[in-house]
């Protein structure tokens, strides 16, 4: 084939006076392999290394620091563990690390009586159906209708003042009903045998051996009804009633130096080292046994991370992070370091990973790195506890009052179950009327369900109305088409939390609780009585023998509202048990709110069209 092409009127097509029909084509550059076999070509041998090496000095890849890879480290560090937990009434107790530290803090038990009347009539119930099944089981069966006897459920008679509580909520009375004189109340049985001394047999006149084996029954039953759920003496819960939170202490003591941790503002919910700061220790707080450092000996791995730049020359990278779509603000200080991090650091983190007990407090002594070059350094911790102010460290507790920069594992559940709300209070502020309402917006009733506050106020002020007797009209002796009425009410759940002075102070305040009257229509010439709060939370101080005030912390209610809810927790612990326990979580509100209330109103009077 000829091996030139020749046309004809060359010159014409030249001077674009005709034209040529063309077809543009382009080769690709690639390689064309001239064996079979790919194994050579796949090496991606460098013909000039010389020339790779030019270039990388041209760039400047060789101004820099010996960057030896790590192949060996040893790591020096040693565990203080948690050893005792400081309650807000002062009482301490040794710390188990076989509970949860969540459950530990928040538990509260759970009240059998509220008011002087019984209270969870479910909870009773299935302590007395448990009771009944170990009397049948251990061959007592005859005993049941004594037990009956003296630990029954009562009824309720809806004429008295006293039972209105129960007798105004349909639902609830038929429950309370249906087991009066039927079922053993497991409860009351619970709360005798809680009595220092007090036996299963106590009043039923029974002699041995069917005395002992009914008094060994009353232990195992009041072993398992404790472990249903966590149910702590009053002086060892951290609820702070009147800062609306959770709070105590830790000791943690450092070898034989005393340490101590705080989280004097817990909210509820799930616990982490954050919520603990490091305080200053007391009296109270002692120091452990001293513990010898731990070295661990082990081969530094790669952090790798996905979309992470490839080291090697022949490999593509991946897509994965798109570096170039992320579009920080100056205030995303995390995004700047992902960026600072996977571009410039990217292949120089290192994971040396240590296993830590929980409930410990871990201090890195320093760390041995043995390179590629076998080169051996000695590494210090960046920052430590007697550095500079300033100085900043990731996963560090707060200094306030004692610095310390070891590392806090608490025991804690990364997951668990919550049940709705059994109570709900919300604090509102009401600036109109210049106080703070503690609104009971889920209250729990006598048979242990849950309704709306504001349905279980109608209903009791409903009855408490049907046993007014409508006074006859009064003849006034004047023409006057209206009265004025000194004040109105507002809805029985919400309760009233009135600024006062604290004792020696006369500019700080606190918020008392009060109490509203209820104003019944057609009452005239009796003195109205006070609504009492009927969830636990906003009860406080009245179950005692002595009933006392309770006050709450004017700063602790936020202008946008504080919310507190007590639920039921669930979790799963590390040895499989399962732990449940009955707590307060605190949130915020939605905002300021208004009551209504007002006074010195104009009405019609009565007999008036």
Same mark, same amino acid.
């Given at each position: 084939m000829n091996k030139y092409v020749v046309t004809a009127g060359i010159e014409s097509v030249f001077a674009k006076k005709a034209l040529l029909p063309t077809t543009l084509m382009w080769n690709r550059l690639e390689g064309r %392999?001239?064996?079979?076999?790919?194994?050579?070509?796949?090496?991606?041998?460098?013909?000039d290394p010389l020339w790779m090496i030019t270039r990388q000095w041209q760039l400047g890849e060789f101004i820099g620091e010996d960057a030896g890879s790590p192949v060996d480290a040893k790591v020096a560090w040693k565990n203080d563990a948690v050893t005792e937990l400081h309650m807000p009434s002062g009482v301490r107790q040794?710390?188990?690390?076989?509970?949860?530290? =969540?459950?530990?803090?928040?538990?509260r038990t759970p009240p059998l009586t509220l008011d002087g009347r019984l209270h969870n009539a479910d909870l009773r119930l299935a302590l007395g159906r448990r009771w009944k099944k170990l009397l049948n089981a251990g061959g007592h069966g005859a005993r049941v209708a004594d037990f009956l006897g003296a630990y029954p459920f009562t009824s309720f008679d809806p004429a008295l003042e006293a039972d209105h509580a129960v007798t105004s909520h349909p639902a609830a009375w038929q429950t309370l009903e249906a087991v009066a004189t039927r079922m053993i109340d497991g409860g009351?049985?619970?709360l005798h045998l809680s009595q220092p001394g007090a036996l299963a047999s106590d009043?039923?006149?029974l002699v041995d051996p069917e005395k002992a084996e009914i008094d060994a029954l009353g232990a195992q039953f009041g072993a398992w009804a404790a472990s249903r759920y966590l149910q702590p003496d009053e002086s060892l819960q951290a609820w702070r009633a009147r800062h609306l939170e959770y709070g105590l202490e830790l000791s943690a003591p450092d070898g034989t130096q005393p340490a101590a941790l705080g989280a004097p503002e817990y909210r509820g919910g799930r616990l982490d080292w954050f919520d603990f700061d490091a305080v200053a220790t007391g009296a109270a707080h002692a120091g452990g046994s001293a513990t010898a450092p731990e070295v661990t000996s082990f081969m530094p791995t790669?952090?790798?991370f996905g979309g992470m730049p490839n080291t090697r020359h022949w490999t593509f990278e991946e897509g994965v992070t798109n570096f170039g779509d992320i579009d920080p603000d100056t205030t995303d200080i995390a995004k700047l370091l992902l960026i600072e991090f996977g571009l410039i650091f990217a292949n120089d983190w290192f994971l040396l990973p240590i296993d830590l007990p929980v409930g410990s407090l871990t201090e890195i002594k320093g760390l041995a790195v043995t390179n590629v070059f076998g080169e051996r350094f000695w590494i210090d911790p960046a920052v430590t506890a007697a550095?500079?102010?300033?100085?900043?460290?990731?996963f560090r507790l707060t200094n306030k009052g004692a610095p310390d920069d070891r590392l806090f594992l608490p025991a804690t559940t990364p997951s668990g179950l =919550?049940?709705? %709300?059994?109570?709900?209070?919300?604090?509102?502020?009401?600036?109109?009327s210049n106080m703070v309402w503690g609104i009971e917006t889920v209250v729990q009733l006598p048979d242990g369900s849950s309704r709306r506050g504001r349905e279980v106020a109608l209903e009791l002020h409903a009855r408490y109305q049907a046993d007014v007797v409508a006074a006859p009209p009064v003849a006034f002796a004047n023409d006057a088409k209206i009265r004025y009425s000194l004040m109105n009410s507002v809805a029985e759940h919400w309760i009233p939390f009135i600024p006062v002075h604290i004792p020696g102070d006369n500019r700080e305040i606190q918020l008392q609780r009060a109490a509203m009257p209820r104003l019944l229509e057609g009452e005239d010439g009796v003195v109205p009585k006070k609504?009492?709060?009927?969830?636990?939370l906003l009860r406080e101080g009245l179950e005692a023998a002595v009933p006392d005030s309770y006050y709450v912390a004017e700063e602790e209610v936020e202008r946008t509202g504080t919310i507190i809810e007590t639920k039921w927790q669930r979790c799963r612990w590390r040895d499989g048990r399962v732990v449940t326990w009955l707590g307060h979580q605190r949130k915020t509100g939605r905002g300021e709110g208004s009551s209504g209330l007002a006074f010195d109103i104009p009405v019609p009077k009565r007999g008036d069209v």
């Open positions: %392999p001239r064996r079979p076999d790919f194994t050579r070509a796949l090496q991606a041998e460098v013909r040794p710390y188990d690390p076989d509970l949860p530290l =969540e459950a530990l803090i928040e538990a009351a049985l619970f009043g039923l006149g790669t952090v790798e550095g500079p102010v300033q100085s900043w460290q990731m =919550e049940s709705k %709300p059994v109570e709900s209070v919300a604090f509102i502020r009401d600036e109109i609504i009492a709060a009927r969830t636990r």
